[in-house]
């Protein structure tokens, strides 16, 4: 499992090179698109995954925190959508990485 794995994220850093290569050379493929895409779509749902755990984890603390501490709920839920709008800010960033990767065209 582990070299297959191995043999598939060499592919996947090692293709584009050859893509850019014989796109360079004068020859067609326009391999740099397709890679593109699946970086742009992993990467967002890598982002958007992790950061859902994140924000349940912080969200489950902060209620645990106001069930142990009734008079410091205000406080806790303050630093608590601080924090979530935090975790939020790093998906809306992949976000734009993604969109400048689907979007922008590659250097000829």
């Known amino acids: 499992m582990s070299r297959s794995l191995i043999l598939v994220g060499l592919a996947v850093v090692g293709v584009p090179g050859v893509a850019s290569a014989a796109e360079a050379a004068g020859g067609g493929g ?25 924000q349940g984890r912080a969200v489950a603390s902060a209620v ?15 630093a608590m959508i601080i924090g979530l709008a935090l975790i939020e800010s790093l998906a809306i960033y992949v976000l734009v990485v993604a969109m400048i990767l689907l979007f922008v065209q590659p250097i000829k």
């Open 30 to 54: 326009g391999w740099i698109g397709p890679f593109a895409v699946i970086a742009a779509g992993l990467g967002m749902a890598l982002a958007a995954g992790l950061c859902g755990l994140g």
């Open 64 to 78: 645990d925190a106001m069930a142990r501490q009734p008079g410091a709920a205000a406080r806790i839920q303050t």
